[in-house]
């Protein structure tokens, strides 16, 4: 267990829809980020929040959208859902923000659109 | 721009036999980060292994280790010892110094062999 909770774990939806995806960082992690990874595909770093700020940006769509709350919670929301979404979305989260800091990874919210 | 290039999309081993899989990367960056995460069929991703770029020693964890080729850019997994529980996707990982995003390779899909 590294200590990142993801919920939900399971979520199937319908294309048009609109989803949130909630994150709950490693006690005393101040940085967390967000991976999406399709089928059989490798990791594509959506974005990065540090301490509620906004700290780097991947390949993330218009359509989607993330916070970081005060509690340091994170909420990456997916809107205008398409099939091609469809894909596990990976919360991370770090001490630190930037390279020294391992990151620590949930267990996944695994999206299904239909 | 930084890459991560695993070359080897998939490999196989005997249980207790040893088996390196392979990492090379792209950067002009001096001070940097790489790490292995290990990703069973749960899908959760597990690090492994990390080694900061400054130190000449190899990093070991139990039995896994790596050979770090800074010149080479290569950093290899050598796992020895293989056990069932070691098949999974392995994604190796880099990071620069001063940056905020990790970059992640395709991945190699290894399996332990009974």
């Known amino acids: 267990d590294s200590g990142v909770t993801q919920t939900p774990k399971h979520l199937i939806t319908a294309t048009g829809q609109r989803v949130t995806l909630r994150c709950s960082p490693r006690?005393?992690?101040?940085?967390v980020y967000w991976y999406q990874q399709s089928l059989d595909q490798g990791l594509q770093f959506l974005i990065q929040?540090?301490?509620?700020?906004?700290?780097a940006k991947g390949n993330i769509l218009e359509r989607f959208s993330a916070q970081q709350f005060p509690d340091l919670h994170s909420e990456l929301n997916l809107s205008s859902l398409e099939l091609g979404d469809s894909a596990l979305y990976f919360c991370?989260?770090?001490?630190?923000?930037?390279?020294?800091?391992?990151?620590?990874f949930g267990e996944g919210s695994w999206l299904t659109v239909v | 721009a930084q890459t991560v290039t695993q070359s080897q999309p998939e490999m196989s081993v005997q249980e207790a036999e040893t088996v390196t899989l392979s990492c090379t990367y792209d950067?002009?960056?001096?001070?940097?980060?790489l790490f292995w995460y290990k990703q069973p069929p749960s899908r959760q991703m597990i690090l492994v292994i990390r080694?900061?770029?400054?130190?000449?020693q190899n990093a070991t964890e139990n039995r896994f280790s790596v050979n770090f080729q800074k010149a080479a850019k290569s950093f290899s997994l050598k796992i020895s010892d293989s056990q069932l529980g070691d098949t999974a996707m392995y994604f190796c990982?880099?990071?620069?110094?001063?940056?905020?995003?990790?970059?992640f390779g395709t991945g190699t899909r290894l399996k332990v062999l009974a």
């Open positions: 950067t002009s960056e001096n001070n940097y980060y």
């Open positions: 006690s005393g992690d101040l940085s």
């Open positions: 929040y540090y301490n509620g700020e906004e700290r």
């Open positions: 991370a989260s770090s001490v630190g923000s930037g390279a020294g800091n391992t990151i620590y």
């Open positions: 990982a880099f990071i620069a110094s001063g940056t905020y995003k990790y970059i």
């Open positions: 080694q900061e770029a400054y130190k000449q």
